[in-house]
């Protein structure tokens, strides 16, 4: 939990937060390394077709906008939605040999998420979601 503390600085008449830095998030670094190698099986498909909602997709979208070399042979596609004809659309321009659905959902329940995995069955498939909680934790063991 972030921890912030008010500092009421008498002198200035100032209030000010700080930061406490034993937060436990301050201290987490990813481990690479073990990032790399989950991922290294799906590291050939040159397209990535995301699946999810909000806060799930919307930071990984601004990163891949900003890091990502616009010349590079990877194409990154987001589906936001449960709409039948996008989804068509985008298994019809990027067939299950050249792609990985990506699943993302924190709480492993959102219905769109669910629904969209129905949708690309028979594509490779990764979920990120809170491990042991929710349907898409579950359907991720049994698969």
Request: charge should be positive; proline fraction near 7%.
């Amino acid at each position: 939990m972030l921890k912030l503390t008010l500092m009421n600085y008498q002198a200035s008449g100032q209030n000010k937060f700080r930061v406490d830095p034993t937060a436990a998030f301050i201290a987490w670094r990813p481990d690479i390394a073990k990032i790399k190698q989950n991922f290294a099986p799906y590291e050939n498909y040159k397209n990535i077709i995301v699946i999810g909602n909000g806060g799930s997709i919307s930071t990984l979208f601004a990163f891949w906008r900003a890091l990502h070399p616009a010349a590079a042979h990877r194409q990154l596609i987001i589906i936001p939605t449960m709409e039948p004809d996008y989804i068509t659309r985008v298994k019809s321009q990027y067939p299950p040999t050249e792609s990985v659905v990506l699943a993302i959902s924190k709480s492993g329940d959102t219905v769109g998420v669910l629904e969209d995995i129905c949708a690309f069955q028979g594509y490779p498939m990764v979920a990120v979601t809170t491990p042991g909680k929710g349907t898409l934790s579950q359907l991720a063991t049994r698969m």
